[in-house]
C-alpha cells in the first residue's frame, strides 16, 4: 500500500482556522476516493469530509459549512480547510483512500471506513475554548 502523510495539526483556540494536508505517493492518487475522518478522545472514529473523482464532495452535518475538502491531483495532496474551530473539532484527523473506484461514488460508500483500505498516522488538532 502506498503511504498517506498528514500534516498541519496543531493547538488553536475556537473560532480559528487551520488547513491539514495528506501527501500521498502512487500512480494513480485521482483515481479513488480521498478522505478525512477524526477520533475525538474516548470516542469512535468518524467520518468528517471525502472528495471522489468527479470532484465532488461529502461532508459530515457537523463540520458542513465550516470545513472544504479539496485535491490536487497533480500535487497528489489532499487537504482540508477548517474555519471556525471549535471545542468539539479536537480530535486526530486522518487521511484515507479508497481502491480505485468508479468516477462517482455514493454517499453510503465514502462515508464507511470499510471503504479505505489506506490511512495515514493522523495529525493531532486541539481547539480550546
Known amino acids: 500500500q502506498e503511504p498517506l502523510v498528514e500534516s498541519g495539526g496543531g493547538l488553536v483556540q475556537a473560532g480559528d482556522s487551520l488547513r491539514l494536508s495528506c501527501e500521498a505517493s502512487?500512480?494513480?492518487?485521482?483515481?479513488?476516493?480521498m478522505a478525512w475522518f477524526r477520533q475525538a478522545p474516548g470516542k469512535e472514529r468518524e467520518f468528517v469530509a471525502a472528495i471522489e473523482r468527479s470532484g465532488g464532495t461529502y461532508y459530515a452535518d457537523s463540520v458542513k459549512g465550516r470545513f472544504t475538502i479539496s485535491r490536487d491531483n497533480a500535487q497528489k495532496m489532499l487537504s482540508l480547510q477548517m474555519n471556525d474551530l471549535k471545542p468539539d473539532d479536537t480530535a486526530v484527523y486522518y487521511c484515507a483512500k479508497t481502491p480505485r473506484t468508479a468516477y462517482y461514488a455514493t454517499s453510503d460508500y465514502v462515508m464507511s471506513q470499510k471503504s479505505y483500505d489506506t490511512w495515514g498516522q493522523g495529525t493531532r488538532v486541539t481547539v480550546s475554548s
Open positions: 502512487g500512480r494513480r492518487f485521482g483515481e479513488n476516493v
